[in-house]
């Protein structure tokens, strides 16, 4: 589905998102060392983009969706971000494949159902708050042009 201009920013952080998930179950594979040395990059990549992409989301969009009444694609959406804090403040470098594939299906869930009731449900105006939130919100610093162990 195509997204509309409001939604284009998170959308474009969840493309950041999915590159990061699948280098982290490339590094999975990985002897000890390795998944230490790409745990250590994916708790500084959290905390730099998907940490602030959440703040984002939790302030804004999930705001605005509760107040549309869409209390259970909120709730699973916060639940699912708690589980991702709670995974990388584990810091366990074995769960690499489980945060990859935890955060994969995070974003899948949010692109197919999450923004689509958003468009579907979301008027002009709440619409225009969140462009507006968005604009004013500094942009995570992006580190994907460092690769990720290995």
Same mark, same amino acid.
């Given at each position: 589905?195509?997204?509309?201009?409001?939604?284009?920013?998170?959308?474009?952080?969840?493309?950041?998102?999915?590159?990061?998930?699948?280098?982290?179950?490339?590094?999975?594979?990985?002897? &000890?060392?390795? !998944? $230490? $040395?790409?745990?250590?990059?994916?708790?500084?990549? @959290?905390?730099?983009?998907?940490?602030?992409? @959440?703040?984002?989301?939790? !302030?804004?969009?999930? =705001?605005?969706? =509760?107040?549309?009444?869409?209390?259970?694609?909120?709730?699973?959406?916060?639940?699912?971000?708690?589980?991702?804090?709670?995974?990388?403040?584990?810091? !366990?470098? &074995?769960?690499?494949?489980?945060?990859?594939?935890?955060?994969?299906?995070?974003?899948? @869930?949010?692109?197919?159902?999450?923004? &689509?009731? &958003? !468009?579907?449900?979301?008027? =002009?105006?709440?619409?225009?708050?969140?462009?507006?939130?968005?604009?004013?919100?500094? $942009?995570?610093?992006? $580190?994907?042009?460092?690769?990720?162990?290995?």
């Amino acid at each position: 589905m195509r997204r509309i201009p409001p939604l284009r920013r998170l959308s474009r952080e969840h493309h950041t998102g999915l590159v990061l998930a699948k280098r982290a179950r490339a590094a999975a594979a990985g002897p &000890a060392p390795v !998944q $230490a $040395a790409a745990w250590a990059e994916l708790r500084a990549r @959290f905390d730099a983009e998907l940490a602030p992409h @959440f703040a984002l989301e939790e !302030q804004g969009l999930l =705001a605005a969706m =509760a107040a549309a009444g869409e209390t259970a694609l909120v709730a699973r959406t916060l639940a699912e971000h708690a589980a991702l804090r709670e995974l990388i403040a584990a810091e !366990q470098p &074995a769960h690499l494949a489980t945060f990859s594939d935890l955060l994969t299906a995070h974003i899948r @869930f949010e692109e197919a159902e999450l923004f &689509a009731a &958003a !468009q579907r449900v979301l008027d =002009a105006p709440t619409l225009a708050r969140l462009a507006e939130l968005h604009a004013a919100a500094p $942009a995570p610093r992006c $580190a994907l042009r460092l690769p990720l162990v290995p």
